[in-house]
């Protein structure tokens, strides 16, 4: 028997023997061998690369070459093969050092990457031949590289087959249903006809269908109804109207230069207008790019095609830059920006100061783009120009287009950090880098070209079939404004920061489709909206479910709710009470602007004249852009910022939108024209309601509907028969029910209140009552006016008596030319020259250029020196109301209401800085006014004719002059009848139902 410790023993050596023949366990846990290609150049590319390239060698020290890592930098060696310990680059990394901090926060590598370069070292830091790190050349997890999605080729993927084929009515649903049977998903039921109807024509026209449109689409049992109606739409002349008004966001239309002086760029209007006939011709989207960037370059050349270089023109433009030579630089990147957004959807303009952060743009590539509009009015020339070639440089008279001053501009350099006077190499113009098989530098122009043709290569370059970008880029762009939003949900950015698409094959697939149906959109616009995908309805029964699963709807499984955009809503108003004025095309309109809204401008006075009413009737796109005065109704409903491209404009729902439709005038007068259609005595109330639902909805009431619209407009006629509030609270003078004018008020003396009296009795001051603190006053007590208690029907005044009697004015009462000035006086004078109010100066050079209102010989007006006679007043020796306008393209003078005199320009320039006095011509000490001056206003503006009115009712009706009272409104807006029915038609365009599209 063997003994326990032989046994033992016998055991501890065959243990012995096993772990002697096993592999060492070290070596099991060995990793794979390093591929330099695919472990190590991916962590020096995302994470060393940006500092450390031949470019920009950070520390001197450049980590894209065998070379560069082993010349090492500033702080010697970078790697000792071999030797982890020794390498000063492992130690950084391992220490967290490096990385550098971004915005203050430490961007260690993870353990993991920092293990792959230690055991890269130590098997010797091998590197490929040849092999040269590109910053670049693939994506990581903080850059997009040449292999980011939207730059690679467009395919043409096969259309998927799906289980329901029942939804699929082209292409474009095959895609979507694959998606969601692949999550075990349904789209939404078909929307009804109704609903239908109302999302196409205002995807298509931008206007609602009428009632009648509706009931005969409704009642069509046709197969191809909606085929039919989609392609009489497609037809219409305001499908361009629609689809122009998107555009021109993107391009940041608007018709002035912005800055303090805002200046208008004549003719900006026939942009707007070639775009318009653009969409609705159908032009080739190439050829849409070519006559925008480079119109005037084409070899078949037109005017038309000059026109769509406005595009160029659209930017803001400064008359008075603190730098001119610098901020020739800022426009230049209006314009890359300007390009690259609109066609390409890459933030190009962020490679202007360095290499992109986030795409594979270098700044190399932002200054070959800006080369090609270098040649153009760059440098800082005549300011008349507004920043664009004249005339005779662009061949074409009364156009707002671009072309080349030169052929051959001086050169444009790559500059350190942005910086003009840190100039580098200078630039050869070419194209972007970010598809190197379509990279080109740009030649030289024919001898006998007029310009540099680099506009026209780089659209050229744009619009290539074989561009990855352009193609998917329009087509995300028709995705997003019919179904609400963009395969790729952020239009304006293609980059490694913006979206990825939700369906990179169908957006691939529309792509190819517009390539191969000659870049012609209308095509396109067909395929979206016949399908079932555009057709389905916005609610789904399984909503719930669905949306805890997707809530952003990125599989599309319902149609998208949306608000109506500023431009349709007003439109829409417009068309529901019967006023919409159809007209295509031609100069913009004015719309009129509360004069609260104008306070903030610092030339108010000549900032905004509205059009005449009638022409304010047309569609919201024909609106003159104002960069510094945007209509505050389109801007509360989003109406985007026209300083940069918008490519998505935001889609908000607030508060001040419900209070802006109850209360806007606007609102309020559409309300009215359709409460006017509804009323009819031989109809009974519910046919009148009926009407008006009809006309806003293109629907009759449901019994609940009709049964609170009729005690709504029971309770509202109640109210406004009997409004709160005695006549005898109410000011006598307020006989025409007008509000006070005080937008623009800048002088406000009524002898009835603030006036300051010495101990004879004399006047020594006279309060200003318009805020802006222009006091009227004399320290002279011999010559001081007296104030008579009842002078002018009862009503107090001050009398000047010819005798040298004057008052003095704090302060400089006018900054502008613009103006309107109303005085009640008498006038009981000798003949010769008189003056009521004045700046006149002549020791101050201001003789023949001053503003004042007075009169001269028996009975004629003066309206300065320049409307000099301005028609003859009557009975001026009793009181009456003299009131003077200077307007943009007017001069006018109205005694009480009646006009004396009008011309059809204002006022040659006047200077205003001098002192302002009343009862005398300026300072020549004499003219004196002989009379009573009982009430002076000034506006700093030419009021428009309903507040001329109010005015005039005001001073008219206190002062009980001989004149009707011109009504400020009309007389049925006192019937409580149809205050109460338009009551109801606000209340309906306050609804969900007009506001959204479902």
């Not at 289980?163 to 699929?168: F, L, Y």
Request: charged share 25%; net charge negative.
């Amino acid at each position: 028997m063997t003994s326990r410790p032989a046994a033992l023993i016998r055991t501890g050596i065959s243990v012995l023997v096993l772990l002697l023949l096993m592999p060492p366990l070290q070596a099991a846990a060995q990793p794979a061998e390093i591929d330099f290609n695919r472990d190590v150049a991916p962590i020096l590319v995302s994470r060393c690369l940006e500092c450390h390239h031949q470019n920009e060698a950070a520390g001197g020290l450049v980590l894209s070459s065998a070379e560069g890592i082993t010349r090492g930098g500033d702080s010697g060696a970078a790697i000792t093969p071999g030797n982890v310990d020794e390498s000063l680059l492992h130690q950084r990394v391992a220490d967290g050092e490096m990385p550098p901090e971004r915005k203050g926060q430490p961007q260690p590598l993870p353990p993991n990457e920092v293990r792959i370069l230690g055991q890269w070292i130590r098997a010797g830091a091998p590197w490929p031949a040849s092999r040269e790190l590109d910053l670049y050349e693939r994506t990581s997890d903080v850059r997009g590289g040449r292999d980011w999605w939207s730059l690679q080729p467009i395919t043409r993927p096969a259309v998927p087959q799906v289980r329901n084929q029942n939804r699929v009515a082209n292409p474009i649903d095959a895609f979507i249903l694959a998606q969601l049977e692949r999550k075990e998903m349904q789209p939404a039921p078909l929307a009804d006809r109704r609903t239908l109807i109302r999302r196409l024509c205002i995807d298509l026209v931008g206007l609602p269908p009428t009632a009648e449109q509706i009931a005969t689409f409704e009642q069509d049992a046709a197969p191809d109804a909606w085929e039919r109606l989609v392609d009489r739409l497609l037809k219409s002349p305001h499908f361009g109207e629609r689809w122009a008004r998107h555009w021109l966001d993107v391009v940041r239309f608007a018709e002035t230069s912005g800055y303090e002086r805002d200046q208008t760029k004549p003719f900006a209007w026939k942009y707007r207008d070639w775009v318009v006939q653009a969409f609705n011709d159908d032009l080739p989207y190439d050829r849409f790019i070519l006559e925008q960037l480079a119109g005037d370059e084409l070899p078949d050349r037109t005017e038309r095609s000059v026109i769509g270089t406005g595009f160029l023109r659209l930017g803001t433009w400064n008359d008075e830059p603190n730098d001119p030579q610098d901020y020739k630089y800022e426009r230049l990147e209006d314009l890359v920006h300007a390009t690259s957004s609109a066609f390409l959807s890459m933030t190009v303009k962020c490679a202007r100061c360095h290499d992109h952060k986030f795409d594979p743009i270098p700044q190399l590539d932002y200054y070959r783009i800006a080369a090609a509009f270098w040649p153009g009015p760059i440098e800082p020339r005549d300011r008349k120009l507004l920043g664009g070639p004249s005339a005779d440089e662009l061949g074409i008279a009364d156009v707002l287009g671009w072309t080349d001053v030169t052929t051959s501009p001086a050169p444009l350099h790559l500059l350190r950090n942005g910086e003009r006077h840190h100039p580098l190499q200078e630039v050869v113009p070419a194209s972007l880098t970010l598809v190197p098989d379509l990279f080109r530098e740009f030649e030289a122009p024919p001898a006998e070209s007029d310009t540099t043709q680099r506009r026209l290569q780089l659209a050229r370059w744009i619009a290539r079939p074989d561009n990855p970008l352009t193609a998917h880029v329009i087509v995300n762009r028709l995705w997003q404004h019919h179904f609400g939003e963009g395969l790729v949900r952020s239009p304006n950015n293609f980059g490694f920061t913006g979206e990825q698409p939700t369906h990179p094959e169908l957006l691939d697939w529309l792509a190819s489709e517009l390539i191969a149906n000659g870049w012609r959109l209308k095509p396109l616009h067909r395929l979206m909206v016949t399908s079932t995908t555009y057709r389905q309805a916005s609610v789904h029964p399984d909503w719930a479910t669905y949306a805890e699963r997707d809530f952003g709807n990125q599989l599309w499984w319902r149609a998208e709710r949306r608000r109506v955009d500023a431009e349709t809503l007003r439109d829409s108003l417009l068309a529901a009470s019967g006023e919409l004025d159809l007209q295509i095309g031609g100069p913009s309109f004015r719309p009129s602007i509360t004069p609260e809204a104008l306070e903030g401008l610092s030339r108010k006075a000549s900032a905004w004249e509205a059009s005449p009413e009638e022409e304010q009737h047309r569609r919201s796109l024909y609106i003159f852009m104002q960069r510094s005065l945007l209509p505050p109704i389109m801007t509360t409903f989003d109406l985007p910022d026209t300083t940069l491209p918008c490519g998505q404009r935001d889609a908000t729902t607030v508060a001040p939108q419900a209070l802006s439709l109850l209360n806007n005038d606007f609102v309020h007068r559409r309300s009215l024209a359709l409460a006017r259609q509804a009323i009819d005595p031989a109809d009974a109330p519910s046919d009148q309601a009926a009407h008006i639902w009809r006309t806003v909805y293109g629907r009759d009431p449901e019994p609940t509907e009709l049964v609170a619209a009729l005690g709504h407009v029971t309770r509202q006629r109640k109210r406004f028969a009997d409004p709160p509030g005695t006549p005898s609270e109410k000011p006598a003078w307020r006989t025409a029910g007008a509000s006070p004018v005080t937008g623009g008020l800048v002088l406000a003396l009524d002898a009835g209140s603030g006036t300051i009296l010495d101990d004879a009795g004399r006047l020594a001051g006279w309060q200003d009552a318009s805020g802006k603190r222009h006091h009227a006053s004399q320290t002279d007590a011999d010559r001081r006016p007296v104030l008579v208690s009842d002078a002018i029907n009862g009503q107090p005044a001050i009398r000047f008596d010819g005798q040298r009697r004057f008052l003095t004015l704090d302060g400089s009462l006018l900054t502008d030319d613009a103006c309107s000035i109303f005085a009640v006086v008498t006038d009981t004078g000798p003949e010769g020259h008189r003056e009521i109010i004045s700046n006149w100066s002549g020791r101050d050079g201001n003789a023949g250029s001053s503003m004042f209102l007075g009169l001269t010989g028996t009975d004629s007006v003066r309206f300065s020196d320049n409307f000099s006679p301005a028609g003859t007043v009557d009975h001026s020796q009793g009181p009456f109301l003299l009131t003077a306008v200077n307007g943009t393209d007017y001069a006018a003078v109205w005694q009480n209401v009646t006009e004396l005199a009008r011309r059809s320009q204002p006022l040659a320039p006047r200077r205003l800085d001098t002192p302002w006095v009343i009862g005398q011509q300026g300072n020549i000490d004499g003219e004196y006014w002989t009379g009573d001056i009982a009430a002076i206003r000034v506006y700093d503006r030419a009021l428009t004719e309903d507040e001329r009115h109010r005015v005039w009712n005001e001073l008219i009706g206190r002062y009980q002059l001989p004149a009707e009272i011109a009504e400020t409104e009309e007389p049925e807006l006192h019937d409580p009848e149809l205050l109460a029915w338009a009551s109801l038609c606000v209340v309906l365009f306050n609804s969900n139902e007009f506001l959204y599209i479902d």
